[in-house]
């Protein structure tokens, strides 16, 4: 994939994640505290999965991460949760 293309897909990205932090609003402030957490971890977990997309288009392109200090510590973080240094 060239750079335009990953551009275009980290900026699709990006509004993807936007939209789920507002779906996560809602829902804490919203659903019953009895299901809210459900909710929040299914939330969390496309989140999470939309960001290790854009980690690999990171990789390929570091010229596109707005943030390369914190993609890098996420990324060790990651690789070692024991040792978050």
């Known amino acids: 994939m060239d750079k335009t293309d990953a551009a275009k897909l980290e900026g699709l990205l990006l509004g993807g ?3 789920l932090h507002a779906i996560a609003d809602h829902v804490r402030d919203h659903v019953p505290e009895e299901d809210r ?3 929040l971890l ?3 977990t496309a989140m999470a ?4 997309v854009s980690w690999t288009l990171y990789e ?3 010229g596109l991460d707005p943030y390369p200090e914190e993609t890098r510590l996420a ?7 024991g ?3």
Request: glycine share 4%; charged share 40%.
């Open 60 to 62: 390929r392109h570091p």
């Open 83 to 85: 040792n978050q240094d």
């Open 37 to 39: 957490r459900a909710w």
């Open 42 to 44: 299914k939330i969390g």
């Open 49 to 52: 999965e939309l960001l290790q």
């Open 75 to 81: 990324e060790q973080m990651r690789r070692d949760p």
């Open 17 to 19: 994640r936007l939209h």
